[in-house]
């Protein structure tokens, strides 16, 4: 068991060795393409539901 277990783990390392890191840069720009895309899709749901709401409060009343 603990041979297997140590194979796994020299395997899990060289795994980790080929992958290919993003740079400080790609990773700050990575980063602020999906905070402006959450903030635009939440937004864009916000407008959505306000519009729902009020189109079901005025065919339904409240």
Same mark, same amino acid.
């Given at each position: 068991? &603990?041979?297997?277990?140590?194979?796994?783990?020299?395997?899990? *390392?060289?795994?980790?060795?080929?992958? %290919?890191?993003? %740079? *400080?840069?790609? =990773?700050?720009? $990575?980063?602020?393409? %999906?905070?402006?895309?959450?903030?635009?899709? $939440?937004?864009?749901? &916000?407008?959505?539901?306000?519009? =729902?709401?009020?189109? &079901?409060?005025?065919?339904?009343?409240?």
């Amino acid at each position: 068991m &603990f041979a297997k277990t140590g194979k796994f783990l020299k395997e899990v *390392r060289a795994e980790g060795n080929k992958v %290919t890191w993003p %740079t *400080r840069e790609e =990773l700050i720009g $990575s980063t602020i393409v %999906t905070v402006v895309t959450s903030v635009l899709v $939440s937004v864009f749901i &916000f407008i959505i539901d306000q519009i =729902l709401t009020y189109g &079901f409060t005025q065919v339904f009343g409240g």
